[in-house]
């Protein structure tokens, strides 16, 4: 029934990029659409698996860091491909 647009600009000495995106109530910056400064645009659909880890990173975060920092498609591409994620 709702959904938020948030955006975050870092301050000075900051080490992130401005992102912005829309918000689920419950969730995070990063788990719907969500783009930075730079241009670069990131989604997700949900699938979930019959199996999970116990532990790892879950993808609302390593997609909001990768948007935080990548300024091109590679450095996103590189930023998002991690190991230790909780799905795999």
Same mark, same amino acid.
Request: hydrophobic residues 40%; proline residues 5%.
């Given at each position: 029934?709702?959904? !938020?647009?948030?955006? &975050?600009?870092? %301050? %000075?000495? +900051?080490?992130?990029?401005? #992102? +912005?995106?829309?918000? !689920?109530?419950? =969730?995070?910056?990063?788990?719907?659409? %969500?783009?930075?400064?730079?241009?670069? &645009?990131? =989604?997700?659909?949900?699938?979930?698996?019959?199996?999970?880890?116990? !532990?790892?990173?879950?993808?609302?975060? #390593?997609?909001?860091?990768?948007?935080?920092?990548?300024? =091109?498609?590679?450095?996103?591409?590189?930023?998002?491909?991690?190991?230790?994620?909780?799905?795999?």
């Amino acid at each position: 029934e709702f959904v !938020y647009l948030i955006s &975050y600009e870092p %301050t %000075t000495g +900051a080490d992130f990029r401005p #992102v +912005a995106g829309l918000v !689920y109530p419950g =969730t995070i910056l990063g788990f719907a659409n %969500t783009w930075n400064d730079k241009g670069l &645009y990131f =989604t997700e659909n949900s699938l979930f698996p019959k199996e999970s880890r116990g !532990y790892g990173l879950g993808m609302m975060f #390593v997609q909001r860091r990768a948007l935080d920092r990548a300024g =091109t498609l590679d450095e996103l591409r590189d930023e998002v491909v991690v190991g230790k994620q909780a799905l795999g």
